[in-house]
């Protein structure tokens, strides 16, 4: 079973990069798919991106394709997620998950970091 730990939130302006890590422990990350979701007040939780187990393949929805990027390095049992020209609507507690067959329900959740974006 592993352990998922969320850092690197924070308070940016719009424009702004911040990049999250997701630290993991009791077990490789090489053997989970990983994705990060995304919550914002009274809405409900999102998908965000993923990547697979590998670390070699990832997707992205619309919405930040080509400002977003996850990378994961199993090396250092961590996923990171670099987030550039960050708008306000990317205001969220992000959650990072992961899974081993890399289907949702995603079986293993981090308690999430706040990231909030100004204008």
């Known amino acids: 079973q592993v352990s998922l730990v969320e850092s690197g939130g924070g308070w940016v302006h719009a424009g702004d990069s911040l990049r999250l890590s997701c630290i993991a422990s009791g077990d490789s990350l090489s053997n989970y798919a990983v994705a990060w979701f995304r919550q914002a007040p009274g809405d409900q939780r999102v998908f965000v991106c993923s990547?697979?187990?590998?670390?070699?393949?990832?997707y992205y929805p619309d919405s930040v394709k080509g400002r977003f990027t996850i990378s994961k390095d199993n090396a250092k049992n961590t996923v990171y997620l670099q987030m550039n020209s960050l708008r306000p609507q990317d205001t969220a507690l992000y959650y990072c998950?992961?899974?081993?067959?890399?289907?949702?329900?995603?079986?293993?959740w981090g308690r999430g970091i706040q990231v909030t974006v100004s204008s």
């Open positions: 998950a992961a899974d081993p067959k890399g289907e949702h329900p995603f079986d293993y």
């Open positions: 990547i697979n187990h590998a670390g070699d393949n990832a």
